[in-house]
C-alpha cells in the first residue's frame, strides 16, 4: 500500500556499532563456553553412526564431494590427487570410514582420519614408497565446491590486492554465487541471482531496460569501477554480463578502497570467467519461460597437447521470443573463449574474450512520481498503486540496446617456492542505445511520456602488476604483496546530434497510450560524437598480512595513487589506509575488525538535470566493520556490523544535483547456510539499515533517511531432496520494508513479500547426467515497485514467471 505520511521529528535510532560489542562478547562467552564439548561428542558420533548414501556415479571429485557435504566432513587434499579418476557412486548403508573406503576403491588412494571430522587424502604408495599429505591449513576442502551437496558454500573468494583467501579468514563481507548455485535458480539475470541475499536490493532482471537499481547495503556500485572482470576493471552502466559464461560471482559487500582501488565505496562485482578444466567437461543447456523466451547454452573445456599443455573453455548462448511485458520482446547472443599455454611448470599464460549483445523491446526508463503527471513537474509527491508487472506501459517499438566486448591476459610465474608474480591487462567496451521514454505519473495515473534518445559509448582500460609471496621472520609469517596498477576510463554520447528528449503526450496508466514513433534509433557510431569523461587513475600498493601463532593475523594495507578527471578539471593524490584483526579461538570460528578508506570521483549531474555534466570534486569514505563468521562442518553463518561514511548527492525540487553532505550507513547483515539434515538444505540473511543524510547544508535533510533504501530485508531459501531419489524440491521468500522515495521522508512505496518455489530432478544416463529444473517466481503474482537507492524512481517488479529448463552434462 502507498501512503502519505506526515513528517515525523528524527528519532533516536538504534546504533549498531555499539550493540555489536555486546552481542559478539555474548555470541563468543556462549560459543567459546559450550561448542568445544559439542564439537568432540558430535566428532565421534558421526564417526561411528552408519548413514544412508545415494550418489550417482561421476568424477571421484565429484562424488567425494556429495560424500562430504551428506556425511558432514571435510576431506583435505589436492585437487590433482582426484584429478582423472572415475567413481561408481555409492548407494546404500556405511559407517563414514566404510564409505571412503567404498569411493576410493581401486584409485590407488586412501583417507586417513586426520581429527575434528577431517580426513587427508594420500596416495597408497608413490615411486619413493612415500605417502603424499597435506596440512589441513594449505588446501580447500573437497567439499567446499559450491554444490548444493555442500549448501552452495565456496571456501574461498578473491579478495583483490589480497589474491585468493580463505573466505573465514577475511576481515570483509564476500558473498560468493558458485555455477552450481546460477544454474539451479535458472538466473539469468545478476538480480535473479541475488535476490536471495539481505543486503542486495531488489533489482530488475534485464528484459526489458537496464539494471540500475541494483545496490548493496543501499549504495549503487561505482558506474566506473564497480564491476571487475577476473579481478580487472569491466566498465558497464548496467549489470547485464550474461551469466552463463561465469564460474561465479563474488560480491565485496562495502569499501573496495585497499582491495580493488579507488572507486565509491558501493561493493564490488567480480565476475570469475568459465577456465580450461582438468578434464574435459561438455555440456548442453535450455531455458523456456511461460512467454515463450527461448534460451540455449552450450559450454565446453578440457585440456590437450603434449602433457596438456594446452587448455581451452568456449561458451555459447543464443536467447529470442517474447518477454512476460504484453507485446514485448527480447532478443540476446554471446561467445566467450579462454585458453591458457602452460610455458613451463612455473609460467602459465592465459587470455580470454568475451563478447555479448542484447534487444530488448516494449520498456521504459522509469516512472517519476509527482503531483499533476506533468513532465516539468519533479516533485515526489502522490504515488500511484503498484500494477501489474505484465502490463505495457510503453509502446512496443522502444527499444533498449547493449553490446559488451571485452579482452584479458593474464602472465602468472610461480618465482619460487614462497613468491609468485602475476602481470594483467583487460580492455573493455560498453555500448548502450536507449529510445525509451521516462514516464511522469501522478497518484491517479495521469502521465506525460518524454522519450530519450541518445546513446553511449564507455571504455576501460587497466594493466596490473602484483607481486606476492610468504617472509618467516620468527613466530610470524608476512604474506606480503606489491602492486602497481593503471586505469583508465573513458565515457561519451551523442549529445550534439538528434534532440535528446522528446515529448511524446500524455494519458492514464489505465489504458497507456500506443503514441507513434516521432524518430529512428541512433547509429551505433554516434555514441562516440561528444567525449565527457576521461578519468586516470595511477596507484601503487602494499599489504602485509601478519600471521601470529594459529589463532591471530593482522593486516596492514596502503594504496597511493592520483585521481585525474580531465573535463572535471582536477588531479588529486590520496594515501587511503586499511587495518584488519582477526582472531580464531577456535579453527572454525574468526572475530574481525576492519577499517577502510577509499577516494572515488566526484558525482556528475545526470541527463535529467538542469545541471546535467556537471563534475563535483573527488571524496574520501570511510568504512568501519566488525563481525563474526562461522564455518563448521555442514554449514556456516557471519554477523557484520558496519558504519560507512561517503559523500551525498542528490537531486532537488527544482531539479538540480548537488553534492553537499555526508550519507551515512549504518546496519547489521546476518547470514547462514547449511545442511539441517542429509536432506534439508536453508539459507537465510537479514539486514537493518540506518540509511541517514548528515552534515548537510539543507537543514530539510538533515537526519532524513536516504531516498530509495529499505531499512529492512530479510530472505529465506531452502532446498529438500526427497530421500532416495534425485528429487529435488526448492523454496524462498523476500521481504524488503517500506521505501522512502523523496529526501524528506513524506512518501514512501510500501513493503514487500515475494515467494519462489521450484523442483528439480537429476537423471543418471549411463554417466551422463541429465539435469530437469522448475522454478516458479514470484508465486502469488504480487505487483509492486523496484525502487532505485538514492532516487525516487520506480518501475514495475515482474510478474509471476515459469521457467523450464534442461541441462546435460557430458
Do not use: C
Amino acid at each position: 500500500m502507498v501512503k502519505h505520511r506526515p513528517k515525523q521529528p528524527g528519532k533516536n535510532r538504534f546504533k549498531p556499532l555499539a550493540l555489536s560489542i555486546h552481542i559478539i562478547a555474548a555470541s563468543s562467552m556462549g560459543a567459546l563456553a559450550w561448542l568445544p564439548a559439542a564439537q568432540a561428542e558430535t566428532t565421534r558420533s558421526v564417526a561411528q553412526a552408519t548413514q544412508q548414501f545415494n550418489i550417482p556415479a561421476g568424477s571421484l571429485s565429484q562424488v567425494l564431494a556429495r560424500l562430504s557435504a551428506q556425511a558432514g566432513i571435510y576431506l583435505v587434499g589436492a585437487s590433482e590427487l582426484a584429478s582423472g579418476k572415475n567413481s561408481t557412486g555409492l548407494q546404500g548403508s556405511y559407517t563414514i570410514e566404510n564409505a571412503l573406503s567404498q569411493v576410493l576403491n581401486g584409485s590407488d588412494l586412501v583417507a586417513v582420519a586426520q581429527g575434528d571430522n577431517s580426513y587427508a587424502l594420500h596416495e597408497q604408495a608413490s615411486q619413493d614408497g612415500q605417502s603424499v599429505t597435506l596440512s589441513t591449513l594449505q588446501v580447500q576442502g573437497l567439499g567446499m565446491d559450491g554444490s548444493a551437496a555442500n549448501a552452495y558454500r565456496v571456501g574461498d573468494a578473491f579478495a583483490g590486492a589480497l589474491g585468493n583467501m580463505s573466505k573465514q579468514n577475511t576481515p570483509f563481507t564476500i558473498e560468493t554465487y558458485s555455477e552450481n548455485y546460477i544454474a539451479n535458480l535458472q538466473a539469468r539475470s545478476l538480480g535473479e541471482l541475488t535476490k536471495f541475499d539481505a543486503a542486495i536490493s531488489l533489482s530488475g532482471n534485464n528484459l526489458l531496460t537496464e539494471n540500475n537499481a541494483f545496490s548493496i547495503r543501499g549504495i549503487s556500485t561505482d558506474f566506473d569501477t564497480g564491476q571487475k572482470l577476473d579481478g580487472m576493471n569491466f566498465r558497464s552502466r548496467a549489470k547485464d554480463l550474461p551469466l552463463e559464461h561465469l564460474e561465479r560471482v563474488e560480491i565485496l559487500k562495502g569499501a573496495g578502497g585497499f582491495l580493488y582501488g579507488f572507486a565509491a565505496p558501493g561493493g564490488i562485482i567480480n565476475y570469475v570467467l568459465k577456465r580450461p578444466t582438468d578434464e574435459f567437461k561438455a555440456s548442453v543447456s535450455t531455458q523456456l519461460m511461460d512467454s515463450g523466451l527461448l534460451m540455449v547454452h552450450g559450454d565446453v573445456g578440457g585440456r590437450v597437447g603434449p602433457e596438456q599443455v594446452f587448455g581451452y573453455r568456449v561458451n555459447v548462448v543464443s536467447e529470442a521470443g517474447d518477454t512476460y511485458v504484453d507485446d514485448g520482446a527480447a532478443y540476446r547472443k554471446s561467445a566467450s573463449v579462454a585458453l591458457d599455454l602452460r610455458i613451463t611448470p612455473d609460467l602459465t599464460w592465459q587470455v580470454d574474450a568475451l563478447v555479448s549483445e542484447r534487444k530488448s523491446y516494449g520498456g521504459y526508463f522509469s516512472i517519476s512520481p509527482n503531483s499533476d503527471g506533468s513532465f516539468t513537474d519533479r516533485t515526489v509527491s502522490n504515488i500511484v498503486s503498484p500494477i501489474d508487472g505484465d502490463k505495457s506501459l510503453a509502446p512496443d517499438w522502444t527499444r533498449y540496446e547493449s553490446e559488451h566486448i571485452t579482452t584479458g591476459s593474464d602472465l602468472i610465474w610461480q618465482v619460487n617456492d614462497n613468491w609468485n608474480n602475476k602481470l594483467s591487462y583487460r580492455y573493455s567496451t560498453s555500448y548502450r542505445n536507449p529510445l525509451m521514454p521516462i514516464l511522469y505519473v501522478d497518484g491517479d495515473g495521469n502521465y506525460s511520456a518524454t522519450l530519450f534518445n541518445y546513446n553511449n559509448l564507455f571504455k576501460s582500460y587497466q594493466t596490473q602488476n602484483v607481486l606476492s609471496g610468504v617472509i618467516e621472520t620468527g613466530p610470524v609469517t608476512h604474506n606480503m604483496a606489491f602492486g602497481l596498477s593503471h586505469t583508465r576510463t573513458i565515457s561519451s554520447n551523442s549529445t550534439g546530434i538528434g534532440t535528446m528528449s522528446i515529448p511524446l503526450g500524455s494519458g492514464n496508466l489505465s489504458s497507456p497510450v500506443d503514441f507513434d514513433r516521432p524518430v529512428s534509433h541512433l547509429d551505433k557510431s554516434d555514441a562516440s560524437f561528444n567525449e565527457y569523461s576521461r578519468i586516470t587513475r595511477k596507484e601503487a600498493f602494499i599489504s602485509d598480512t601478519l600471521n601470529v601463532g594459529d589463532s591471530w593475523d593482522f593486516i596492514v594495507g596502503a594504496r597511493y595513487g592520483s585521481l585525474e578527471d580531465k573535463y572535471g578539471d582536477y588531479k588529486e593524490s590520496e594515501i587511503t589506509p586499511s587495518f584488519a584483526a582477526i582472531y580464531r579461538p577456535l579453527e572454525w570460528m574468526s572475530i574481525y575488525a576492519s577499517y577502510v578508506e577509499a577516494l572515488e570521483q566526484g558525482g556528475i549531474a545526470p541527463n535529467t538535470a538542469s545541471n546535467a555534466g556537471e563534475v563535483f570534486e573527488p571524496l574520501i569514505s570511510k568504512q568501519y566493520e566488525t563481525g563474526i563468521k562461522l564455518d563448521y562442518q555442514n554449514w556456516s553463518a557471519n554477523m557484520a556490523v558496519f558504519q560507512l561514511q561517503k559523500g551525498l548527492t542528490y537531486t532537488d525540487g527544482n531539479d538540480v544535483f548537488s553534492q553537499d553532505g555526508e550519507a551515512r550507513y549504518e546496519g547489521i547483515e546476518l547470514s547462514t547456510r547449511g545442511k539441517i539434515t542429509e536432506q534439508w538444505l536453508v539459507g537465510a540473511s537479514a539486514m537493518w539499515l540506518d540509511a541517514t543524510n548528515r552534515k548537510t547544508t539543507n537543514p530539510s535533510l538533515e537526519g532524513e533517511p536516504i531516498q530509495g533504501v529499505a531499512d529492512k530485508q530479510f530472505r529465506l531459501y531452502s532446498e529438500y531432496q526427497v530421500p532416495n531419489t534425485q528429487l529435488t524440491f526448492t523454496g524462498g521468500a523476500q521481504y524488503t520494508s517500506s521505501v522512502p522515495l523523496d529526501t524528506a521522508n513524506q512518501w514512501h512505496v510500501g513493503s514487500v513479500t515475494l515467494f519462489d518455489l521450484g523442483a528439480r530432478y537429476e537423471i543418471d544416463l549411463n554417466k551422463q547426467l541429465l539435469t530437469l529444473r522448475l522454478n516458479v517466481e514470484n508465486l502469488t503474482d504480487k505487483a509492486y515497485w523496484l525502487t532505485s537507492a538514492g532516487s525516487s524512481s520506480i518501475a514495475q517488479g515482474a510478474p509471476r514467471t515459469i521457467k523450464l529448463g534442461a541441462q546435460l552434462d557430458f
